[in-house]
């Protein structure tokens, strides 16, 4: 798996005490951190969520409701059973910056229904019983999922059963990466 870009504990310690929105930064601070972060990725997540306060970094998510910190914390808690997709999610996790792609056990799906047949696979409906994390609740070290809000209590989706799924590899995932845009 690539590195992932990360400040320093010198930079941590330097830019630790500044206001926590960038607009609050004086031009001296803005400047310094211009010297301290020269990556642009890094440094737009700092500017933009600024630091997280589990892990010290700049939280990745566009929106402040997650930091990789969060994914990376349970990635021994879960698999799909291969290595080579379990990468995969890992990748897409850490970088997420709007929506996550997670591993799902089917016993989290009701009402699937049948749809159609392809080439590739079969197509379900179903409803997903806990619905796809909105925000991570550091108060409980928890996610937080859209079906815990009223208005998305039943959440539809639909499934692709790929024909044989166990012989994915890291080929076909790399093109599946590329809609995901890494």
Known sequence: MEEIKQLSDDVFEQIKDFPRWYDDLSDEQKSLIDKLIPDKEL?????????????NQPKNSYDGRWCRCNFQRNFKNWTSG????DKFIQKAQLKAKLEVLEWIEHDRFEDIEYLAKGGFGTVY??????????????G???WQRKKEYKYHA????VLKCLHNSQDITAEFLREVGYFYNF
């Open 140 to 142: 409980n070290n928890q």
């Open 125 to 138: 409906k179903a409803i997903w019983k806990d619905g796809p994390i909105k925000i991570w609740n550091s």
């Open 154 to 157: 039943n959440y539809p989706v």
């Open 82 to 85: 291969n290595n080579v997709v």
């Open 43 to 55: 440094k737009e997540c700092y500017m933009y969520q600024g630091l997280c306060k589990e892990c």
